[in-house]
């Protein structure tokens, strides 16, 4: 079945979305050795998240929505664990690291129950 989708509309993508510049903003204050370390890996997991999204938009199939839905799954579950990796090597507080792994958190649970919705689409 081919679909027309706007990303713009999907409560994830919305969420995924706002996450971007706070990933960004918390991350200026890594050291600078970290530039081309955890900084860029938790920046480009944010990023991924949000881009997969869009691209699964753009896909004509199902079953490819549901790669790319699956791909910001991991993506959103990486930043969530690079946050709190964060704390632990000293770079992030960790008042900051909860509240992003928390967002990241509930966008997994919201990818997870969208892609079951549409698991059994052709």
Do not use: W
């Amino acid at each position: 079945m081919v679909m027309s989708r706007d990303h713009r509309k999907l409560h994830v993508f919305i969420l995924a979305d706002s996450l971007v510049p706070d990933v960004y903003k918390v991350s200026n204050a890594f050291p600078p050795s970290e530039r081309f370390g955890l900084q860029t890996q938790l920046r480009r997991a944010a990023v991924s998240a949000a881009c997969n999204i869009v691209e699964g938009c753009a896909r004509r199939k199902t079953k490819e929505y549901l790669n790319f839905l699956n791909i910001a799954s991991g993506s959103a579950a990486e930043a969530a664990y690079l946050s709190q990796l964060s704390v632990r090597l000293g770079f992030l507080a960790p008042i900051e690291s909860k509240r992003i792994a928390s967002s990241y958190g509930e966008l997994v649970a919201k990818l997870i129950a969208l892609i079951n919705s549409l698991d059994g689409e052709p």
